[in-house]
């Protein structure tokens, strides 16, 4: 996160890719350095072109014990730094009984930074006299460290010692010194509880410019943070575009540079998109790309990053191309227009948790950007579950700290086995109160097109979790026409198109993503005219007048939710709770049942027969009387 936050203050600054104005310091334990993985997919991303920050100054605090266990049960290395040095970072053993010392090396750290733009660590080797708080006794699990403990004297006596024994300053000086800075520190406390109390009181005192700017001293909110502070919720703008824009962005992507080598197997695919922004047949990566550019046309920044984000995991973004002969760039949606926005996309390490981090604490520093981390695979978030829980879904909630971070998370049931089928919905919906963020399983590029541009101008900002396509990457049924992106706008739900008697309908599906396709085949293959199918593009805040408008227009059907995930699993055990109360609110009083595949401890079958056996099975059941 740390690192994240100041990327996005560099890039703010945009001083030059040699510029690192801005110097990140990372406190750590020194249980914690060695035995938490982050620390180290931290340090592996520290030189990659997407995530560097010109250097992190780390300070071990050494204590020598992890709360209650010793070095010999929290690492195998010799030094709890040790993690340290599969980057080469210089590492620096000090006694955090020497001040001097310890000044002299932060010293050579700092000038190691400045110099080489790399990391460095200071080792500072100590002790923690208490335990792990006031009351703790630490002595029952480490009687020999302790006893050694009290009988030291502390630093300040003995730096005190050392300098009057030099000659360096009296003992009424010392003394004096101690008074003055115990005086300063009551004086301070008294004012700050004064103020608060005081009427009128604001936690940003100097003004709403945040703390970071030049001469404030409060503890306020950050100048990032208190720019996104509307007095009122601010609605989206316009979310549609201009045919001009919709057909610039198409043909940025046959204006190949000259001398550019484009790879024989995407030269037609170059051609197709040039040619969908005018004859339609829009596909997935295409409608997110015109969603990416037209925020590049309007001023809005965008950073994409993830695991073969540039590509695309399925082949299917190829945002950026690589000449076939050189190994040279080539980024279309970089060359739109002269004023446009800065596009920043990159193929991330091989990991979730420090990636996803990096990429929140980049969105919290930037409220002007559109910033999304992508998964290969949706389960693999799975990793970064920390940075989910503790601050994706509660940050606004427990500390006022607002981020518009996008999730893309692959998911679908192909029979692919159980691993990569789910993005597991189920978690991410089980987290969802106070409107804390914004979950979205959209069924054509042009939904996902809007509700990306939504969400680079909604106010206040919340994190948006985006459940993304396989199979429907290419799926003819799922493209969208040029007419959904130059008109409309999100919608949370999207009522049956179809041309049906509602008095006839007696069964309304309601469902997201895949399944919509599958369930709209049947239907036709059936020649049924007694079912409607609803989609719920928006799973969280749940949409309860919509698809209550929705519904509304068949008062005779039963509700039926539909999905591919097992019954435990997916949007089903959060809508189970939440709908149809979110549906009464708006006089909508029908029960809700639901078709589903059965309880299960796994995502998925491994086999692809009994795959398609239950995929069968459940669409069956949704139109079965």
């Known amino acids: 996160m740390l690192e ?178 115990q005086s300063q520190l009551e004086r301070v406390f008294v004012e700050s509880r004064d103020a608060k109390a005081a009427p009128g009181y604001r936690e940003t005192e100097s003004g709403d410019e945040g703390t970071d700017a030049e001469g404030h001293g409060g503890l306020g909110k950050p100048a990032a943070q208190v720019q996104d502070q509307p007095a009122a919720p601010v609605a989206p703008t316009e979310t549609a575009i201009s045919e001009a824009t919709l057909r610039r962005i198409g043909d940025a992507f046959v204006a190949v540079p000259e001398g550019f080598t484009v790879h024989p197997k995407l030269q037609q695919l170059l051609d197709r998109r040039a040619a969908m922004v005018r004859e339609g047949g829009i596909d997935w990566g295409m409608g997110e790309l015109i969603a990416l550019g037209s925020l590049l046309v309007d001023g809005t920044p965008v950073r994409l990053s993830g695991q073969d984000s540039r590509r695309g995991t399925f082949v299917q973004r190829h945002a950026v191309l690589v000449d076939r002969t050189t190994a040279d760039e080539w980024a279309p949606l970089r060359h739109l227009d002269d004023g446009q926005a800065k596009l920043w996309i990159y193929d991330s390490l091989l990991s979730e948790y420090a990636a996803m981090g990096f990429e929140y604490g980049y969105s919290v520093e930037r409220p002007d950007a559109l910033v999304l981390w992508e998964a290969q695979f949706g389960d693999f978030a799975d990793g970064a579950q920390t940075i989910v829980d503790e601050f994706v879904s509660s940050s606004e909630q427990k500390w006022g700290q607002r981020s518009s971070v996008v999730l893309l998370l692959p998911h679908g049931y192909e029979g692919q086995g159980p691993d990569h089928s789910s993005a597991r ?65 999100f919608r949370p739900v999207i009522a049956d198109p179809g041309a049906l008697d509602a008095a006839a309908v007696t069964r309304v599906l309601l469902c997201s993503g895949k399944v919509v396709y599958d369930l709209e085949a049947e239907r036709s293959k059936r020649a049924d005219t007694q079912t409607a199918i609803v989609r719920v593009e928006q799973l969280y805040p749940v949409p309860g007048a919509e698809a209550a408008q929705a519904v509304a227009a068949y008062p005779g059907a039963e509700l039926v939710w539909v999905q591919d995930e097992p019954r435990n699993q997916g949007a089903w055990p959060f809508m189970a709770l939440n709908l149809p109360e979110a549906l009464a609110e708006h006089g909508e009083h029908r029960p809700l049942r639901v078709v589903s595949r059965k309880p299960s401890a796994s995502p998925a079958t491994g086999s692809h027969k009994k795959h398609e056996v239950e995929q069968a099975e459940l669409v069956a059941a949704a139109f079965d009387r």
Do not use: W
């Open 4 to 181: 994240g936050i100041v990327r996005a203050k560099q890039d703010r600054l945009n001083l030059g890719s040699g510029a690192f104005t801005v110097l990140p310091v990372l406190l750590h334990g020194d249980a914690a350095f060695a035995g938490q993985g982050v620390v180290a997919e931290t340090l592996q991303q520290s030189q990659l072109r997407g995530y560097r920050t010109g250097g992190t100054i780390h300070i071990v605090i050494n204590n020598q014990v992890g709360f209650t266990t010793a070095p010999s049960s929290s690492r195998s290395s010799v030094y709890s730094t040790d993690v340290a040095r599969m980057i080469q970072a210089p590492i620096f053993h000090v006694n955090g009984d020497d001040p001097e010392a310890c000044v002299r090396v932060a010293e050579l750290a700092y000038e190691f930074r400045q110099a080489f733009h790399k990391d460095v660590v200071v080792d500072m080797v100590c002790y923690r006299r208490r335990g792990h708080n006031e009351g703790d006794d630490p002595s029952m699990t480490q009687p020999l460290m302790y006893r050694l403990i009290e009988a030291k004297r502390s630093v300040r006596k003995l730096y005190t010692e050392a300098l009057v024994g030099r000659g360096d300053i009296s003992l009424e000086d010392a003394e004096s010194a101690l008074r003055d800075y």
């Open 425 to 489: 919905i189920e978690r991410y919906l089980q987290l969802c109160a106070q409107d804390n963020m914004t979950v979205a399983y959209p069924s054509t590029p042009a939904s996902h097109f809007h509700l990306l541009r939504r969400q680079a101008y909604a106010r206040p900002r919340r994190p948006l979790i985006v459940f993304t396509p396989k199979s429907m990457l290419r799926l003819k049924a799922a493209s969208s026409a040029p007419q959904d992106f130059t008109t409309g706008t």
